[in-house]
């Protein structure tokens, strides 16, 4: 099936087309992002219309340096810092103090999920 037809001409109407809009015109559901792995990927498109996004590829992990909110998919480019100066303030009060202990010994010998 040709892409480019005039669609002013009748002749280049393809009946074939027809899903909800004008045969062979660009408002067709045929028409759409064709790449899976696009954000805005349409099963049902047959013609990529130049409208695939990877927008919402990004860090979705919070703890991450370069996290970013608006994501929604993972692509793997999280950092992190691991030089913490001071690894035993679990509560991040700045002091390392009975507090921090006793969260400790609350989590200590739980079984973490994968």
Sequence with gaps: MATNLDNTVGSN?????????????ANSSVFGCTDPTACNFSATAFFNDGTCSTACYGCTYVDALNYNAASTMDDGSCFFDFNDP?????????????????MFLAAFGASCPN
């Design 86 to 102: 001071c690894p035993a303030d679990i509560n991040n009060d700045s002091i390392v103090s009975t507090v921090d202990l006793l």
């Design 13 to 25: 109407w393809q009946a074939s087309w027809v899903s909800n809009g004008t045969p062979g015109a």
